[in-house]
T-cell receptor, first 111, second 117 residues
């Protein structure tokens, strides 16, 4: 079971870069790492997904070291609207092979 | 705007009522999911449908009954619910069955907020 561990909460200020790290020591060979963002009263939204090294899109970057036991979501120059809960998920190779949400990180961006 | 549409957005029902939650997607996705989310908690997987067949039931009580009439629609029938079933119910879809075949990311609706009196 590829369980994930993230910080419960983080604070930042507008314009700063935010890095949220997720630990997944038991990640399986075929698992991908996926990050979602969730605002209050909305469903989670896909941000980025990766398997190894670095992935970048218009919203964020994802850094994955060679051992894949952790990953870091990097949000450049955050704004107030980035205040949300961020979830890190890995493919679950248990019987159901499904994705399981961990506790998530509650990011608060202040002016 | 989300590509997965859930109705109703809010639902209040008594413990003896029967109601249904509906979910629709037109992205051609063949996997659909129901999640339950309590306040300040992560979503918890309830059911997975893959190619219109029930693939996963995460030991959900029988008072929740899923149905997939076709590849675009997913229903969750509710009967004799308990107050602790009050939560946000999220529907999601993905191109393949996430984590099993393709690791495709899931697309979520904005949920139905359910309150049981």
């Amino acid at each position: 079971l590829a369980k994930t561990t993230q910080p419960i909460s983080m604070d930042s200020y507008e314009g700063q870069e935010v890095n949220i790290t997720c630990s997944h020591n038991n990640i399986a060979t075929n698992d991908y790492i996926t990050w979602y963002q969730q605002f209050p009263s909305q469903g989670p939204r896909f941000i980025i997904q990766g398997y190894k090294t670095k992935v970048t899109n218009e919203v964020a970057s994802l850094f994955i070291p060679a051992d894949r036991k952790s990953s870091t979501l990097s949000l450049p120059r955050v704004s107030l609207s980035d205040t949300a809960v961020y979830y890190c998920l890995v493919g679950n190779n248990n019987a159901g092979n499904m994705l399981t949400f961990g506790g998530g990180t509650r990011l608060m961006v202040k002016p | 705007d989300t590509e997965v549409t859930q109705t109703p957005k809010h639902l209040v029902m008594g413990m003896t009522n029967k109601k249904s939650l509906k979910c629709e997607q037109h992205m051609g996705h063949r996997a659909m999911y129901w999640y339950k989310q309590k306040a300040k908690k992560p979503p918890e997987l309830m059911f997975v449908y893959s190619y219109e067949k029930l693939s996963i039931n995460e030991s959900v009580p029988s008072r929740f009954s899923p149905e997939c009439p076709n590849s675009s629609l997913l229903n969750l029938h509710l009967h004799a619910l308990q107050p602790e079933d009050s939560a946000l119910y999220l529907c999601a879809s993905s191109q393949g069955e996430a984590g099993r075949y393709s690791n495709q990311p899931q697309h979520f609706g904005d949920g139905t907020r359910l309150s049981i009196l």
